[in-house]
């Protein structure tokens, strides 16, 4: 091998040495879509990669148009199936969202980041082959393509263009959208203002004058207070509308992520909530597709920033809903995630974020019944390696030495028709919130690879045993043990307490074969079990069957020694699982 290897070029040999190991841990699967993960798309460039990522991998994915955004823009749905091994709904099925604020851009680049890489390692990486396999995956690259096309076009902040573009009177005095930012110095973001001020709570840092550092609040000893230069002026812009705030009315207004039915509250409890639950065209238009599958058995929603892994509930007098048995699924998800996302947390949103009523993942989790999580996408942590979040200055060093300054602009003095002379610069939209490019692919794989471990715990059934043994006079007992070997259970104890969607059904079927009782077992090694009244052939789980759990029920059947009974389990949220059993003593 050596001497053969020594004698061809190094092209050759490398092609040689590769064909004869079959997979190269740690080196960038092979894939038909070349797409660069260190950089960040607007949404005509994440539409043209959707097309080209279904052209082609035809025998894996599908993409649909459910609906347009406000200016007219696809909402698009990709799913990713394997045919062969049966139709999505099929299937469990993993919703998986991103970008509902538009300026929380890196949740469409990990969505596609997803469906690229689960088309690569298909066939390649046996882990992922099998989840393919025997699960089903929605994704939704962006349900807010006209704030992501705002922030990526129009002069932005990294907090602007969260809204949807729909034009509202944030300021109700009857205008709409009359007072947005202005870029006073023309470097096409949105940077801030510090006004010159005799008594300013800031003064510019000796070290490093790009710092707006605050000034003592204690007094001197003989009780003077020290003074600044400047105080904050709030966002880059002017008062266009004058009514002595500025900014105040910008493009939308709204947040799609407080329009969704679970505790919608209207606008005076929750700003931006909308006028009616779903009464957006993005947010009804994916709700709609949601509702019409439920085989859905897990959520995913990607945003930023913060490093989080939030559950519901959005508010603390919806905590009820949330059974004992449901928190722990959630949790042994999460913490699993706390291992793989550096410096993520596990939160509760109510109690570790602020209160939240018509959020998405609250009406996916409460009113749907899914286990759903939130990732808030980036953790400022990242940035020091000691993990803590940095101080003004070590900040700015990052900035310079390892973005080069890329992503400041230097303080401008201009004059303000409003504050006189003011400083305008700082942060551009590029500052804050987001990865830097070079970090952004590491960002992408490691929450993907958190939601993949949540697809692999959606429900999955086996028959653990079946056991026959004759009574006599044509009768047979049938003990049957369905096992889930998943973390998610097929029914959450939230969706059986309020019965969302049907229950699981587990039957035994055959020609020449009656069942004449059935019902589940106390335990799985009682002699008794709770025979049902009607249609002891069907029997209806509402519970489902739980988390790691295994579950015993018997059958009475009338038959002829030698007869084949059918047992069949199906429900929403699994693939249906059948076995074929002889009427026969099990040994």
Same mark, same amino acid.
């Given at each position: ?189 949105? =940077?801030? @203002?510090?006004?010159?001020? !005799?008594?300013?709570?800031? #003064?510019? +840092?000796?070290? %490093?004058? /790009?710092?707006? $550092? ?91 920033? =913060?490093? @989080?892994?939030?559950?519901? !509930?959005?508010?603390?007098? #919806?905590? +009820?809903?949330? %059974?004992? /048995?449901?928190? $722990? ?103 804050? #919130? ?8 590491? $960002? ?144």
């Amino acid at each position: 091998m050596k001497q053969a290897v020594a004698s061809l070029s190094l092209a050759a040999a490398l092609a040689l040495v590769a064909a004869e190991v079959p997979a190269l841990a740690q080196q960038r699967l092979p894939g038909k879509v070349d797409i660069a993960w260190n950089r960040f798309y607007d949404y005509d460039e994440i539409v043209a990669m959707t097309k080209s990522l279904v052209a082609a991998y035809p025998n894996l994915l599908s993409m649909e148009e459910v609906g347009k955004s406000a200016q007219g823009r696809p909402m698009l749905v990709v799913t990713l199936n394997n045919p062969a091994t049966g139709p999505a709904t099929s299937k469990p099925a993993m919703w998986i969202d991103a970008n509902i604020h538009g300026n929380e851009i890196q949740a469409s680049e990990t969505v596609m980041y997803s469906i690229d890489y689960l088309c690569r390692a298909y066939g390649t990486v046996d882990s992922l082959t099998k989840l393919v396999d025997e699960s089903a995956f929605y994704f939704v690259p962006s349900i807010n393509p006209d704030g992501r096309a705002n922030w990526f076009r129009a002069q932005s902040s990294p907090h602007s263009s969260r809204t949807g573009m729909v034009p509202t009177d944030d300021d109700r005095d009857g205008s709409l959208d009359e007072d947005g930012p202005d870029d006073l110095d023309g470097d096409g973001s949105i =940077g801030q @203002m510090w006004r010159k001020d !005799p008594h300013g709570t800031h #003064r510019r +840092s000796t070290r %490093d004058p /790009r710092v707006m $550092e605050p000034v003592p609040t204690e007094p001197r000893p003989d009780g003077s207070f020290e003074r600044g230069d400047w105080s904050r002026a709030g966002p880059e812009g002017i008062d266009n509308d004058g009514d002595g705030s500025i900014n105040e009315d910008g493009p939308g207004g709204y947040d799609m992520n407080r329009n969704w039915p679970g505790d919608w509250q209207p606008v005076m409890v929750q700003h931006g909530a909308g006028v009616f639950p779903l009464s957006y065209p993005e947010t009804k238009c994916i709700a709609d597709w949601i509702l019409k599958h439920p085989n859905i058995a897990a959520g995913q929603s990607y945003h930023n920033a =913060g490093g @989080m892994i939030l559950r519901g !509930p959005g508010a603390d007098y #919806r905590n +009820s809903l949330f %059974d004992r /048995r449901d928190i $722990e699924v959630y949790d042994s998800i999460a913490n699993a995630g706390a291992e793989m996302l550096p410096f993520y947390k596990p939160m509760v949103v109510y109690k570790d974020l602020y209160t939240v009523h018509g959020g998405s993942i609250d009406w996916i989790a409460e009113s749907l019944g899914i286990v759903s999580f939130t990732n808030e996408l980036w953790s400022d942590q990242r940035i020091l390696q000691n993990g803590t979040a940095p101080n003004p200055e070590q900040e700015m060093r990052w900035r310079d030495r390892m973005l080069f300054g890329q992503t400041m602009a230097d303080w401008r003095e201009l004059e303000h028709p409003d504050h006189g002379t003011v400083l305008v610069g700082g942060g551009t939209k590029w500052s804050s #919130r987001i990865p830097p490019n070079f970090m952004l692919e590491e $960002e992408a794989h490691r929450n993907f690879a958190f939601t993949m471990f949540h697809a692999a715990q959606m429900p999955r059934l086996e028959f653990r045993s079946v056991g026959v043994k004759p009574l006599g006079g044509g009768l047979w007992e049938l003990t049957v043990e369905v096992t889930n070997q998943r973390r998610i259970p097929t029914r959450t104890a939230r969706a059986a307490a309020v019965k969302i969607g049907l229950p699981d059904v587990l039957s035994v079927s055959g020609s020449g074969a009656t069942v004449v009782a059935g019902g589940p077992l106390r335990s799985r090694h009682a002699t008794v079990f709770d025979a049902v009244r009607y249609n002891p052939g069907e029997l209806l789980l509402d519970d489902g069957i739980g988390s790691l759990a295994t579950e015993a029920f018997r059958f009475i059947v009338r038959g002829e020694a030698g007869n084949a009974v059918t047992l069949s389990m199906r429900g929403e949220k699994f693939t249906t699982i059948e076995k074929i059993v002889e009427l026969k003593p099990t040994p």
